[in-house]
């Protein structure tokens, strides 16, 4: 193997590591088609100069996603033997070479060329002449190479190998995908070698101090808005400045001038500081409602192009995202660029994780060797000098998951002295000797509790490291893992982080699905689909976005939590802003009165200017709020009229750079007049019996079995019982591990037997069941009970469990049931659902905060939630009424007593169950509707806790009900 593959050096030949600049100096763009050769194997000497036997691929790119070789998703584990710093004899390598023209008179004397990410180790020539060697996947490399340029026809070449001893560093959860992913740029020669500006803003006198470090000291500095010029070094005292925030991303153009050559710097004046055991910025403690990012793009991997980051910071800001910790690396630049356009708090993250040293028990971990010391101290020093100019970047991460070691001590120690003007960030160490926060990932509420409390556990040793431990401020680094169908839990955390001011807030894990679009393939892949044997399945499927950027269910539940406008009423209607620095001014307060779901009148909210962390009474637009029944409670009475709601939103009164004008920001619903409920009398009349059938109030049912066959005349199956669903990634938990579905199944949910016990038929048709599984003796005791009713038909299901029920953690003694309600089956025709309740898209027990009371309509495919790994999913929470219908309006009508959930696919859940991909779902010839009472909550059990106690359906004696009316056409039951 090559030497500097395996060794300890960050590379050889490499320029000191500055700021990146937008410069006026020439520049050429190295991107585009580059020839490319594959080697399984590294090669001897250096690349060829031959003509023959090269294929092209593009740059930015990895060539594991262009045809060569094969991509590998890994959570933990490394994909190769634990030999530090040796790497695997076959360790893929792709030499790739550009052929560039420069012109006579392009400045060729001192130019650079630049690297912006190359993963994971790499050595250059130009013109044949071996230029340097360079490793840290994600960080910019940078050569002079004017000595070897010429006039005209140029030849750049780079070997590019996969594994090196960087990579011991980069077990960042995530594919291992090699390549020149991010740009390559040729730069003539910098003169404006460096800049480092220092925009202090002082909140108690509103003034600003600006310092500007630069090399060449000989440069000038000129901020025309401020009618500012000064030298490097000299400290300017401004007396009055627009400081910058998240929320009001305040930018001054400045230029940095010397020798001709010009260095456009965006500043933005704001001061970091700890006071009173808090992190402040311009004399206020932030709140983070922050998600992580990966960079990700289904099809082009890591090379991310600008327009896709523009459009996820986008969609952070219109789902009230205010901060992003950049996992498990920094980012392109240009995204940080973008950061501070748009507003957002930043923690960049170095591009170090070591992961994989769990499985030898830490042995051998480079943070703690100092011999990696030099290694990961240059990782730092290339991720602070890059980016140091940014505002948004308030906090920098010394790594992630590399357990505790003494290298990080040396990282902390240089920074510090480097950039005193941020704070800094390691949660692993749990000392926190090195870092300004207290952090853990995925806490129990009730241990969050006791840290916002100051009351956690001792848990350093040392008294003085303890102390200091929990005088820090605390920040979830990861939380509700958005894992297929969830997370669950969003409101919970969020009422507990927002009680106590220690609680900084946090950040979700993650931003977007890895799912990756292969040529020629119309689902998204994941680990293990490459015949690897160590894989992280599909681990990777864990964003608030799926891997083509479209907001999932768990994202609008994130905007709805975590909204910066909150508005009440208990006495009077208030509205709270939750914001740090800016007013409400930005926003148009809009109400709407609904009676049964129908607009009765609107208007416009008179809201006077609103500041930060202030609430604001204002006039009802309404005489008096008879009941407040937050939107979503489940205590309430079914198939009723007359139900009055109050919905206010506050949308955007003008356009935004993320967003245009009238974009809804938050709302709320308040009940006005909660529904009567009417009486459902039962029809005289016997049921009757008709050979081998019984018919009752429009059903025909089997006189053996009591099963229904046909519903006004429709051919139905069923309805029965059903406790099971397909499991989501919560419920199997990280590794199939989860309790919940561990002891679903031991409790023989998955395999349930129906036994009718009597058909007893009266005035009323009386169905008992037995309800149990194969191999156990707990049993559900199920008696249905059919009754004509005006214009329909009524369902009466009462559950009485039996026997031992194997419990969970959170219910011992009883344990829990996934779902509870009947399944039944309607004709393939029946292809639309309008509906009253909760909506417009799917709700689960504590995932229904962004569920708004209405009438919605939309066909049964759309209903549909696409996860890259099928699972439970689209049901509609608190339903009063849906009607399900064929295309010429033809159908069933079915109201709930107490509101129901309603689910409609093509498939049954044992089909969704057995699905690994969306394409393994193929619609059959009838809709299979789940009527349910209600189900187990989501949690965010993949990585985190579990649905809490109050979110689970406990096995219990229940009952509900559910009518049946003929819908469409001449029939009677249809409802204008």
Not at 49 to 70: A, K, M, S
Request: charged residues 25%; aromatic residues 10%.
């Amino acid at each position: 193997m090559t030497s500097y593959v395996e060794d300890l050096l960050p590379g050889t030949g490499m320029r000191a590591s500055r700021a990146w600049l937008r410069s006026s100096n020439p520049k050429l763009d190295l991107n585009g088609r580059w020839q490319f050769r594959f080697w399984p194997e590294p090669p001897t000497g250096p690349i060829a100069d031959d003509e023959d036997g090269w294929d092209e691929l593009e740059v930015p790119g990895h060539w594991v996603l262009q045809g060569y070789d094969r991509p590998r998703y890994t959570n933990t584990a490394f994909p190769f033997p634990i030999d530090p710093p040796r790497t695997p004899a076959a360790n893929p390598t792709g030499d790739h070479r550009r052929w560039f023209d420069l012109p006579d008179d392009w400045p060729r004397d001192g130019a650079v060329l630049r690297f912006e990410g190359v993963e994971s180790c790499f050595k250059v020539w130009v013109n044949g002449v071996e230029i340097g060697t360079a490793k840290g996947s994600r960080l910019p490399s940078e050569f002079d190479v004017g000595a070897v340029l010429r006039p005209g026809r140029n030849v750049l070449a780079v070997r590019v190998h996969q594994w090196s001893s960087g990579s011991y560093l980069e077990d960042q959860d995530m594919w291992w995908l090699p390549g020149i992913f991010r740009d390559v740029t040729l730069l003539a020669r910098p003169v404006v070698e460096d800049v480092f500006v220092h925009a202090d803003y002082d909140h108690l006198t509103g003034g600003g101090t600006l310092r500007v470090a630069v090399e060449p000291s000989s440069a000038r500095i000129v901020v025309p808005e401020l009618g500012l010029e000064f030298a490097p070094g000299e400290t300017v005292d401004i007396p009055r400045v627009e400081p910058w925030s998240a929320e009001v991303p305040r930018l001054y153009d400045a230029q940095v001038v010397a020798g001709g050559e010009t260095v456009d710097v965006r500043i933005g004046f704001r001061t970091v500081a700890m006071a009173d055991g808090l992190l402040t910025v311009n004399g206020r403690p932030l709140f983070f409602r922050g998600v992580n990012r990966h960079e990700h793009d289904p099809l082009r991997g890591r090379a991310v192009s600008v327009e896709a980051m523009r459009q996820d910071l986008a969609l952070m800001k219109q789902h009230n995202v205010n901060a992003v910790r950049t996992a498990h690396y920094p980012p392109h630049p240009a995204f940080l660029d973008l950061c501070d356009e748009l507003g957002l708090w930043v923690i960049d993250e170095c591009d170090i994780e070591t992961h994989g040293f769990i499985y030898t028990d830490w042995r051998g971990n480079p943070a703690d060797d100092p011999d990696w010391a030099p290694m990961m101290l240059d990782r730092m020093r290339r991720m602070v000098e890059r980016d140091k100019n940014h505002p948004s970047v308030i906090i920098w991460s010394l790594a992630n998951e590399s357990d505790r070691g003494r290298n990080f001590g040396t990282l902390a120690a240089w920074t510090r002295e480097r950039d005193p003007g941020r704070a800094l960030f390691y949660e692993r160490d749990r000392s926190y000797e090195f870092s300004d926060f207290y952090s853990l990932m995925y806490t129990p509420l009730d241990e969050l509790e006791r840290i916002g409390t100051r009351t956690e556990e001792v848990t350093v040793d040392d008294p003085a490291l303890e102390a200091r431990r929990r005088a820090l401020p605390f920040v979830l680094a990861e939380y509700a893992h958005a894992m297929g169908n969830g997370p669950g839990g969003l409101a919970d955390y969020q009422r507990v982080l927002e009680r106590y001011p220690r609680l900084q807030g946090g950040f979700v894990w993650e931003w977007i699905d890895h799912g990756l679009l292969l040529p020629g393939v119309t689902d998204y892949v994941y680990g293990g689909h490459f015949g690897e044997r160590v894989h992280g399945a599909n681990f990777c499927i864990d964003g608030l976005l799926f891997p083509d950027r479209t907001p999932s269910p768990g994202l609008l539940e994130l905007k709805k939590v975590i909204e910066p406008v909150r508005i009440t009423w208990s006495d009077c209607l208030v509205v709270h802003n939750l914001q740090t620095f800016g007013t409400l001014d930005h926003l148009e307060f809009l109400w709407v009165e609904e009676l049964d779901g129908v607009e009765v009148r609107s208007g416009r909210l008179e809201v006077p200017t609103v500041e930060a962390g202030v609430g604001v009474e204002v006039v009802a637009p309404v005489e008096a709020k008879a009941a407040s029944v937050p939107a979503g409670s489940a205590d309430r009475l079914a198939g009723s009229v007359g139900e009055r709601w109050l919905t206010v939103r506050a949308v955007l009164a003008k356009d935004q750079p993320w967003a245009a004008a009238g974009h809804e920001v938050a709302w709320a619903q308040f009940q006005l007049v909660a529904a009567a409920s009417p009486e459902q009398s039962a029809v005289p009349g016997a049921v009757v019996s008709r050979g081998d059938l019984l018919e009752v109030g429009g059903g025909e049912f089997d006189v053996r079995t009591g099963r229904l066959r046909r519903l006004f005349g429709m051919p139905v199956d069923w309805p029965r019982l059903d406790l099971w669903r397909a499991p989501t990634d919560n419920d199997n938990g990280q590794g199939g591990k989860n309790s919940a579905t561990v002891e679903w199944r031991a409790a023989g949910l998955d395999r349930l037997k129906h036994r009718v016990d009597a058909v007893e038929a009266g005035q009323e048709l009386v169905v008992r069941s037995r309800v149990a599984p194969d191999g156990l003796g707990s049993a559900v005791a199920v008696t249905y009970t059919w009754r004509a009713v005006a214009d329909g038909l009524r369902l009466t299901v009462h559950v009485v469990p039996e026997g031992e029920w194997q419990g969970t953690a959170i219910t011992p003694r009883c344990g829990s049931w996934p779902r509870l309600g009947v399944r039944m089956a309607v004709p393939a025709a029946v292809q639309n659902v309008r509906w009253f309740g909760g909506g417009p898209g799917e709700a689960y027990a504590d995932s229904r905060e962004a569920a708004r009371v209405g009438r919605y309509a939309c066909t049964v495919d759309e209903l549909q939630t696409p996860y890259v790994v099928p699972q439970e999913n689209g049901s509609r929470i608190d339903v009063r009424w849906a009607e399900l219908t064929d295309a010429e309006g033809n159908g069933l009508r079915v109201e709930g007593a107490p509101y129901f959930q309603l689910t409609a696919r093509r498939w049954t859940t044992e089909e969704l169950e057995r699905a690994r991909h969306r394409s393994d779902l193929v619609p059959g010839d009838r809709v299979h509707l789940n009527l349910d009472l209600a189900q187990h909550g989501l949690g965010s059990a993949s990585c985190g806790p579990a649905a809490t106690a109050d979110h689970t359906l406990e096995v219990a004696e229940r009952t509900f009900t559910l009518t049946f009316r003929e819908f469409g056409g001449q029939g009677p039951g249809t409802v204008p």
